[in-house]
């Protein structure tokens, strides 16, 4: 069967990062037939799924969805979005969905929206852990069930079934809770025919926009060109093209395996694959293959509150306490600990020290390294917020007026950039849950439609 190319639009790598509108008219002016986007990514920690907030700008999300719609709709082209609202959980659909209703009120747009939710009902994760239906991934503990009751808020990563629920609906326009982020870009295109492999390869690539090229950018746009046999990767702007080398480093991003993807359904396979330069700063990829497994699986992920974040940033120049800081820190929190005992104050202390081993911590390999100022970050979580308060204010104050071994200078130890030297940040969380379910009906994937 001879398929005729199929043209898809990545105008940024998260909703609300922003693109030039030069390149994305430019891709518009290509006439797509898909314009998806990632709207969301568990990077930035489980603050976002556990307060059911967005880390992206509510400003940046509604000029960059203007641009999207308004072209998607005017133009007929299908717009799918995944994980709206940067979690994809229940409020996260609904805040980006209400951004909807305004730009479609406001522009006077007439469509059908298909919104998808990714909420799971705890009582189905219990069904499932006690069938036996939940796997751990490696390195990840066994899911309990006081694990699931604590859970704030649980989502399952969609696979393309959901998406393509929608599109069968003649929705213009899908909105989708957590969503395999490949999935928005190859849910389509495989509906038509096309190899799951290529289709889902190149949305691995897509869902992070320009960031595959060089130079790389989360924030301008990419085309995608599907064919029977290949996909080829273009850039929109002149500064930036697509090499052999940056597409097959990209290809090896966020993957334990550099030659497998495991994901609803199956799993990409890479071993085979090849990445040639063609003309105009383009890459031409071949050879993905899409392997179904035996059984489907979703990612599930759960965040629960562990209480409150108070922190303390302050700068340190002194040579001698930068070379004795390990030491000095573990007497510090000893202290704090057994003022904390007595007091049965119930908190957690920790240092990150920045400019020795802040973003790598146990694993930075150059531990003997004494850096010439160092950036040091307390951080208490306390079970209520005047606790974590309480003890962040207890340890900044010991730590500045420390009489560490050697110590010349009395004046203090700290250098403080800000006043107040403390900061509350409030509500804590962590994942809860990051564990595979067995998945056999895909309509707990809850579907409405929505006509404007």
Partial sequence: MSLPEFRILSPTAI????????????????????????????DPGPY????????????????????????????????IIGTAGGAGAAPHLQWCREIVDEIAAEEQLSFTLGLISADIDKGIVHSALENGSVQSPKYVPELTRSDIDASVHIVAQMGNEPLMQALEKNCDVILAGRC????VFAALPIQKGYDPGLATHLGKILECAAIAATPGSGADCVL????????ILEALSKQRKFTAASTAAHTLYEKSDPCHLPGPGGELNLEDCTFTEVADRKVEVRGSRFEPADTYYVKLEGARPIGFRSISIAGVRDPIMIAAID???DEVKSDADAIL????????????VYGKNGVMGKMEPGRDFIPQELALITEVIGKTEQDAETVCSLVRSTLLHYGYKGRIATAGNLAFPFSPSDMRMGEAFEFSIYHLMELDDQNIFKFEIITY
């Fill in 327 to 329: 030491s000095i820190l």
């Fill in 15 to 42: 909703l609300g990062y922003g693109f030039p509108e030069a390149s994305f008219c430019k891709g518009i002016e290509r006439q797509p037939h898909l314009i998806g986007v990632d709207a969301g990514s568990t």
């Fill in 48 to 79: 976002y799924l556990g307060s059911g907030k967005s880390f992206t700008d509510r400003v940046a999300v509604k000029r960059d969805l203007r641009y999207i719609l308004k072209a998607g709709i005017r133009n007929s082209i299908p717009v």
């Fill in 180 to 183: 395999y982020d490949p999935a």
């Fill in 224 to 231: 995608g060109i599907l064919k029977k046999d290949s996909f």
């Fill in 341 to 352: 005992k007595t007091e049965k104050i119930d908190a957690q202390v920790g240092f990150h």
